[in-house]
């Protein structure tokens, strides 16, 4: 992995000034552009250049392939950013030689993905997305600033799979009344939660749930084909969220006391609300800050006062996101929570359960015991075998940069990998999951965010679980945990409703396939 590069670009066109923006663990996004407007139709297109490494395609086990999820944030003169909305039409974005363009049916962003076989690094030039700008009511002779953001990536195809692993993990599910059988999930229809025969059932446990419920035949159960997150949210992609929020939004998504009249700042690290780095969390603001008017967050992980340097931790899991954190961020970039039938499937795949597995396929894990190159793009451990950061009490203190594991020759279990090539899904930090362990959970429904948050900056998406957390919980363990915790089925903490900012928990979007 190599650290991201970040581009601003301002261009004159049609009155047009657009600027660019690109995050994730190595994605790029350049030489953004604005061409071909249609003034009677009320169109333009986003032109740009995008890259990524580590990038697949396979038409073989287990037939899938990596993308980037792109969509486009503007603001119109010193307005706030708003959403923009692309096209629906597939036919109507043009795509470079070698990829596919889907876009979402509701226009809030398009997938871009290899058309054919292929593996490593992807670089497309000259990609159009169509923005019908006339849909978000903006004139032709507007100025307008534009960021054009991507996020990595990974298709979970549609497919029967196994919930529970056989093995004796906390409130594993089980195919009542045998306890060692998984239960097959093979559609989208409800499911009965219940000690019956042939029902989806777990063991009680302090936070596996209320043994109760019908899961709807709308709760995502992970049958039909959705796309994860690559890696958790990064630091930088938390900042980058941050720097398109009004004051009172930046307020309600940090640590840190910055509501408005707020002009010197103690605790910079505002995710922790800590004068000082907290386990492994840069994101910071300067000392001093307008009274009034939007703040600049920034990495700084070297803790030297400047931001956005090569060793400022921009790649590191964000943790200190609380489940409302969370929810907002996914809804600002149009996708959802993820379920924790979803987390399953996508740590499983088809292949069939191994008792008491690991993301990776097995029941071996290696503790990262130390940290190389530290807060850098490069950033790794230098512990022979190493596979999965937990139990760190010590030694690491803190989550790692995503994709650290991951090498051209690590395989999948080198890499800590699942079954479809997702990254860190156990250990670095607990994931926050939408649960079926109470009513408030099996209510969610899977609609996707649309890109606004409400003015306080909480996700106003329905369905999903409040900002109280009611219908959450946490799955895949985290850095400080033992070797339990980043086992696929275990449910210790699965309906734990916590809704703090926690030094282990992160977070990591979805969305249903086009």
């Not at 049916?105 to 871009?112: E, L, R, T």
């Not at 035949?217 to 690559?230: D, H, I, L, Q, R």
């Not at 008792?355 to 396929?361: H, L, T």
Request: glycine share 12%.
């Amino acid at each position: 992995m190599v650290t991201t590069i970040k581009r601003y670009l301002f261009l004159v066109l049609s009155a047009l000034f657009i600027s660019s923006a690109a995050f994730a663990n190595n994605v790029t996004v350049s030489n953004v552009t604005l061409t071909g407007q249609d003034a009677t139709n009320d169109y333009t297109f986003v032109e740009f250049d995008t890259s990524w490494e580590n990038s697949w395609r396979t038409s073989s086990a287990p037939n899938n392939w990596d993308a980037v999820w792109v969509f486009v944030k503007y603001k119109v003169g010193s307005g706030a950013w708003l959403h923009a909305t692309l096209s629906g039409t597939a036919g109507q974005h043009t795509a470079p030689s070698g990829s596919t363009i889907t876009p979402s049916s509701d226009g809030k962003g398009a997938f871009i993905y290899r058309s054919a076989d292929g593996s490593g690094t992807v670089s497309l030039s000259d990609a159009r997305l169509r923005w019908n700008y006339g849909t978000d009511g903006v004139a032709d002779n507007a100025q307008v600033t534009l960021k054009a953001i991507a996020t990595e990536m990974v298709c979970v195809p549609q497919g029967s799979f196994s919930l529970g692993s056989g093995g004796t993990g906390t409130s594993e599910f089980y195919l009542y009344p045998t306890t060692t059988n998984p239960y097959l999930v093979s559609s989208e229809n409800a499911i009965t939660v219940g000690s019956n025969t042939s029902n989806l059932y777990y063991s009680s446990s302090a936070n596996g749930g209320d043994q109760l419920g019908t899961i709807t035949a709308a709760f995502p159960k992970g049958y039909t084909a959705f796309y994860c997150m690559k890696y958790d949210i990064t630091q930088e992609q938390y900042v980058d969220f941050l720097n398109t929020l009004d004051r009172t939004q930046q307020d309600t998504r940090t640590g840190t006391n910055l509501a408005s009249g707020t002009t010197a700042i103690t605790n910079r690290y505002v995710m922790s609300s800590s004068s000082s780095m907290s386990y492994r969390n840069g994101i910071r603001c300067d000392a001093t800050i307008p009274a009034t008017g939007t703040i600049t967050f920034y990495c700084d992980y070297s803790g030297n006062g400047t931001g956005g340097e090569s060793d400022d931790g921009q790649h590191i899991a964000c943790n200190y996101i609380s489940w409302a954190d969370c929810a907002a961020y996914a809804d600002w970039a149009a996708l959802r929570p993820m379920t924790e039938l979803e987390f399953e499937k996508a740590c499983r795949g088809t292949a069939s359960a191994v008792a008491n597995e690991y993301a990776w396929g097995s029941t071996s894990i290696a503790e990262a015991a130390n940290i190389t190159n530290g807060g850098m793009g490069s950033e790794t451990t230098s512990t022979s075998g190493a596979n999965c950061v937990y139990n760190n009490n010590g030694a690491v203190q803190g989550p790692m940069r995503v994709g650290c594991f991951a090498t051209a020759s690590s395989g999948r279990a080198g890499a800590g990998a699942t079954y479809y090539g997702i990254m860190e899904m156990g250990g670095n930090l607990w994931k926050r999951c939408v649960t079926i362990g109470n009513s408030d959970g099996r209510s969610f429904t899977g609609s996707h965010g649309d890109g606004v948050l409400d003015s306080t900056g909480n996700a106003n998406a329905s369905s999903w679980p409040g900002t109280s957390a009611s219908g959450a919980g946490f799955r895949g363990g985290a850095w400080g945990g033992d070797a339990t915790g980043p086992r696929v089925s275990g449910r210790t903490h699965a309906s734990n409703t916590d809704s703090s900012r926690l030094d282990s928990s992160g977070f990591r979007c979805v969305r249903l396939a086009p």
